[in-house]
């Protein structure tokens, strides 16, 4: 038998799980860091909301089930408040869960390495095209757009700034914030969830802006939503989200955000970022198609794209609509506690109003 050869570049979410598919699968990767560690050096929160992988009910199962992923999360979300200029409407439900990133040991990073048995080589600047002629397949997943949009394969759909600030205080561990007001986020979000009952992560993502802008909404943020938190560190970030035409190119498979699994509506990526990159494992290892395997993922995200092109014309006014009328019992019922695939059954919409527009 002839094992295959296999290099991935990164190791972030993507890459370690692509990692550990393919240890399952009795092939050793080797594995490419240019840090000196996984994860991140600021701690940060995200959220792993089930409204956007339905049918699937428990995420974290599902990753368990299908993949042999086991991770251990923050806490389960159970209240999700959504904020507009007007309205405040609270969501009640198994809602999904809270995760933590970066380099504690509660970090999905660090959970996914300590499973693994392959050893990650870290600062190690590793280049895709030598790597490529050297390995049977790379698996890119660095978390940027670098290596798609050398590939010609990248398509950018929305850039922004994000700054975060690590806060304490007393919290409810099972309570995400969400905050719309195109006064501090133009069309972006604010964002407060919690590590633990005493300490949180407040954030805010302003899209299509200069670095020298974002201060000035960050101040807007805290003086408008009246917040006045102890901060024990913060941290910016610059994100650019898009899709790609093609998620492998000859013997090179893009996965998590290099391949253009992160949504560019509300930025969510975790998910399907590790989804991707168990898919390339799989795929590698049997012999399988990798664009057809993540074609659903690819369509979800083309879904959100269109939802973000929409989301670009709201004002507040419009805003302060769409909130409350998600905020109105039967219609805040069909999307958060069932099953309902609300974001299929709206797309079609979406495009037809772009059309008509």
């Known amino acids: 038998m002839i094992l295959l050869r296999v290099a991935i570049i990164g190791a972030g979410p993507s890459g370690l799980a692509c990692a550990l598919e393919l240890e399952r699968r009795g092939i050793n990767p080797d594995i490419f860091e240019r840090s000196g560690k996984v994860g991140y050096a600021v701690p940060r929160v995200e959220i792993l909301l089930q409204l956007f992988q ?14 042999g992923i086991k991770l251990k999360p923050l806490s389960r979300v159970q209240s999700y408040i959504m904020y507009s200029s007007r309205h405040t409407v609270p969501i ?3 809602l999904g869960y809270l995760i933590e990133r970066g380099q504690s040991r509660n970090a999905v990073e660090v959970q996914l390495a300590k499973s693994l048995r392959s050893k990650i080589k870290f600062h190690t600047h590793a280049g895709y095209r030598a ?4 390995y049977d397949y790379v698996v890119v997943a660095e978390g940027n757009h670098a290596a798609a949009n050398e590939l010609k394969t990248w398509e ?5 700034w994000a700054k975060g600030a690590i806060v304490l205080g007393r919290f409810d561990p099972g309570t995400a914030f969400v905050y719309f007001n195109t006064d501090f986020a133009r069309h972006g979000f604010g964002s407060f969830k919690p590590f633990n009952s005493e300490r949180a992560l407040l ?4 899209p299509y802006i200069d670095h020298s802008e974002l201060n000035y909404y960050w101040n807007n943020f805290m003086e408008i939503e009246k917040f006045h938190p102890e901060i024990i560190e913060t941290y910016e970030l610059f994100y650019t989200g898009g899709v790609t035409s093609r998620q492998q190119v000859d013997n090179i498979l893009l996965t998590g955000n290099s391949g253009g699994f992160t949504d560019s509506f509300l930025g969510l990526g975790l998910l399907p970022g590790m989804i991707s990159g168990a898919m390339a494992g799989k795929a590698i290892a049997e012999g399988l198609n990798y664009e057809r395997l ?9 879904r959100l794209s269109a939802f973000r092109k929409a989301f670009n014309t709201m004002n507040n006014d419009s805003l302060d609509h769409l909130i409350g ?3 109105l019992p039967g219609i805040k019922h069909i999307i958060y506690n069932t099953n309902v695939d609300v974001l299929n059954l709206l797309y079609p919409f979406i495009v037809k109003y772009f059309r008509k527009n």
């Open 294 to 302: 993540v074609s659903p993922l690819i369509s979800q995200v083309k």
């Open 92 to 94: 009640k439900g198994k």
């Open 203 to 206: 954030s805010l993502q302003v």
């Open 156 to 160: 950018t759909t929305v850039t922004a």
């Open 54 to 67: 339905r049918p699937q009910r428990d995420l974290l199962h599902y990753l368990f089930n299908n993949f």
């Open 325 to 327: 009328t998600i905020g």
């Open 131 to 134: 790597l490529a002629s050297e």
